[in-house]
């Protein structure tokens, strides 16, 4: 019931992580008991007009953009498992990404690095064990104090200053095709999301 730009963006991910889905026929077929319903917004306003009953839908997902596709369907995937990093680059408008297992979750603004914190409360559906706030910043002095109030959030695992001139080694082959033809900022939000994670990877090594 997607639009057909979301549902290709969906279809090879739940593929990719063998996650089973049907599309249905007819509205009759829509959901099966148990089942989740992923729909645009424009969709289930058409259900609701049909008087289709979605009762019998475990749950209901709106989704309205690539992103929120990604963000659904991996938020499912890596439930439980974590850690999920955050990257923060910082500059005229302060860029985020949110990446889980190695795969881009979802990326945009916010206005200030306490906004984070709402990053992380949308994630709540992931249950991470472990979620890390990397921010990009060539010099420590230019950090707003805000960063405190993420190492004091009981929701942020670790919070850590990622030098912007060392993030570029980090980003991954097998994203760089992916995130190529994103905005720089964005990139660079991925790349301290990846940093942050290997930091913390080497800093558990090292107890």
Do not use: H, Q, W
């Not at 472990?130 to 929701?155: F, H, Q, T």
Request: proline share 4%; hydrophobic share 45%.
């Amino acid at each position: 019931m997607l639009n057909p730009k979301l549902f290709l963006e969906l279809a090879p991910l739940l593929r990719r992580y063998r996650v089973e889905f049907r599309v249905p026929m007819e509205l009759k077929e829509l959901c099966f008991s148990g089942e989740v319903l992923v729909v645009d917004t424009e969709s289930l306003d058409f259900i609701k007009r049909s008087g289709v009953s979605v009762d019998a839908c475990r749950e209901v997902i709106v989704a309205d953009s690539v992103e929120e596709v990604r963000s659904t369907v991996l938020s499912r995937v890596f439930k439980g498992r974590g850690p999920i990093s955050i990257g923060i680059d910082l500059g005229k408008r302060i860029a985020y990404a949110v990446l889980a297992g190695g795969d881009v979750l979802s990326y945009g603004y916010i206005d200030s690095l306490k906004s984070v914190l709402e990053v992380v409360k949308r994630l709540g559906v992931t249950e991470p064990k472990i979620v890390l706030v990397g921010i990009g910043a060539e010099y420590l002095r230019d950090v707003p104090s805000e960063i405190y109030d993420l190492v004091e959030s009981e929701k942020v695992t670790a919070t850590y200053i990622i030098e912007e001139e060392r993030t570029n080694e980090a980003l991954l082959p097998k994203l760089a095709e992916e995130i190529e033809n994103l905005p720089k900022d964005f990139r660079a939000a991925i790349a301290i999301a990846i940093k942050v994670y290997e930091k913390y990877l080497l800093s558990r090594e090292r107890l």
